[in-house]
């Protein structure tokens, strides 16, 4: 990382970035008013930091040893408004900001009648973004693989009644690009791009979905650990795009017999992660526990362990739902697990330690 002097000219920073780029690194400049911070991308034993170190308007050069250098708390420390947060904007809304930020809805998008039921109906239980998949990952070939599976054709008309439900209950909306090829077209529809837990080790997938500038909401593989799932992040960051969202949605439970949850929601990897990043996490209790007679005190769990919102699915008739139906709840559900929730976080304030 350098550091460059209060005053330094844009040549001056022009230059320390050529610098770097002729060692074959990467530069990721944080502009502030007054002070312009320089990050190196890329292997930095192969960078002369001495040389670095005295080009005119360098103040000072370091190394930081992590692997997520970009996202980490160190790193922003040096920025000129080195926030202890880091808020990402969805339109209105703000997340990792004062309040909790609620995303809600369908599993799958599975008709223009049913999405705008649930959009309609998590409007008014307090959400603030609109979820819906079009292209589900999903273990065997034989189940519903989402609306987009159909096709291109299908897929937009997908995409557009999500975009059109999130315009008519004022949500900004979210879905899940489970592939390359499916980047263009998403990017074109959501404001939300959702990496699933499946694909959070796909650098590609990340580098390319990062490139599009909107918001990243990026989920844990079940298998990984967090200093996993920060250094992919990172790849994130490196294009540049440090609007990401981090989910925690619980990793592979231990042991023989029934676990009784799906997965093991790993709450405590929150105020960890916190501890290591400015990024805001949030919680999705669905995928975690599985279990609808789970989520309301898993949620108001995860708003106490400080995360910055949740993602929870949601049908008005769980029992017919293609996808997930086992870990879904009503509207009316949603509505008392979220008003349940404001009332721990007013009662516990920020707690970012
Ligand atoms: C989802 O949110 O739709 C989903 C499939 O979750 P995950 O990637 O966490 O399994
Ligand atoms: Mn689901």
Partial sequence: MII???????????EVINE???FGLRADVSQGEFRTVIGVIGDESVADFARL????????????????????REYSKYLENGAERFTVKVGDVEIGGEEPVYMAGPCAVESREQLFRIAEGVKKAGAHILRGGVFKPRTSVHSFQGLGAGGEDDAREALEWLREA?????????????????????AEYVDVLQIGARNMYDQ??????????????????????VEEFLSFAEYIAAEGNKDIVLCERGIVPVGKGKSYTRYTLDLGSVPAIQRETFLPVMVDPSHATGRHDLIFNMSCAAIAAGASGLMIEVHYNPAEAL???????????????????NRVHRVLGKTVV
């Fill in 166 to 186: 999130g315009e008519r209950y004022g949500m900004p909306v979210v879905t899940e690009i489970r592939g390359e090829s499916q980047v263009d077209l998403v």
């Fill in 20 to 22: 770097i780029k002729r």
């Fill in 53 to 72: 170190a005295i080009l005119p308007g360098v103040k000072e050069v370091m190394r930081i040893e992590t692997p997520y250098k970009l996202i980490s």
């Fill in 204 to 225: 590609d997938l990340l580098t390319k979905v990062a490139a599009k500038g909107k918001p990243v909401l990026f989920k844990r593989h079940f298998g990984a650990s």
């Fill in 323 to 341: 996808v997930d139906g086992q870990q879904m709840i009503t509207p009316d559900e949603l509505k008392e697990t979220l008003e349940a929730c």
């Fill in 4 to 14: 460059m002097k209060t005053g330094a000219t844009p040549e001056q920073v022009a």
